[in-house]
């Protein structure tokens, strides 16, 4: 257990939907990052956040967002899903913006139908 | 250009022997870090190693290793006595220096071991 938590574990939803994938980084990190794990594009950076601030930016569509709220969590918004956004959605966290390691939660597994 | 190679969709290997997963890398920073996670098929990356770039020594974790070699910028991953639960993706990653002080993660394609009983 990587002390990394994501709901909900499992997501159905439809085409031109939104949804909200949440995280909660380990106790004590402050940098939460987002990764997306497809059949297609392997797993790819989204974004990343610093102590409630955007510090990265990866391959991250239009329709995605995300923030990271005083507690530290995090929360990715996908909206007008298309059935190409099926996909394990991971957060990571690590201590600080420049930690060697990062942590990786469980993962979010959204099917659009 | 693909920043990190992996070469081997799949691999096979007799338990209890090693096996050597391939890793090459393309950066042109001096200053970087390689990474090693396993995927099992329940999800979860899992961190197995960490090699910087200024480390002399290879890593090494246990059963695992990392074969470092800067000039032809390969980072193989070694598992000495494999066991039936090393049976997983293993992902290839590095992290460079961005501007600012970002550091997100590269992922390889991935490499399917499975361990043979």
């Known amino acids: 257990d990587s002390g990394v938590t994501q709901t909900p574990k499992h997501l159905i939803t439809a085409t031109g939907q939104r949804v909200t994938l949440r995280c909660s980084p380990r106790s004590g990190d402050l940098s939460v990052y987002w990764y997306q794990q497809s059949l297609d594009q392997g797993l790819q950076f989204l974004i990343q956040y610093y102590n409630g601030e955007e510090r990265a930016k990866g391959n991250i569509l239009e329709r995605f967002s995300a923030q990271q709220f005083p507690d530290l969590h995090s929360e990715l918004n996908l909206s007008s899903l298309e059935l190409g956004d099926s996909a394990l959605y991971f957060c990571?966290?690590?201590?600080?913006?420049?930690?060697?390691?990062?942590?990786f939660g469980p993962g979010t597994r959204l099917t659009v139908t | 250009a693909q920043k990190i190679t992996q070469t081997q969709p799949g691999m096979f290997v007799q338990e209890k022997e090693a096996v050597t997963l391939d890793c090459t890398y393309d950066t042109s920073d001096q200053s970087y870090g390689l990474f090693w996670y396993k995927q099992p098929s329940s999800g979860e990356m899992i961190f197995l190693i960490y090699q910087g770039s200024y480390d002399e020594q290879n890593a090494t974790e246990g059963r695992y290793s990392l074969n470092f070699q800067k000039a032809r910028k390969s980072a193989n991953l070694v598992i000495s006595a494999s066991q039936l639960g090393d049976s997983a993706m293993y992902f290839c990653?590095?992290?460079?220096?961005?501007?600012?002080?970002?550091?997100?993660?590269?992922f390889g394609s991935g490499t399917q071991l499975t361990v043979l009983p």
């Open positions: 990653a590095m992290r460079e220096p961005l501007s600012g002080s970002a550091r997100q993660l590269t």
């Open positions: 990571a966290s690590s201590v600080g913006q420049t930690s060697r390691e990062q942590y």
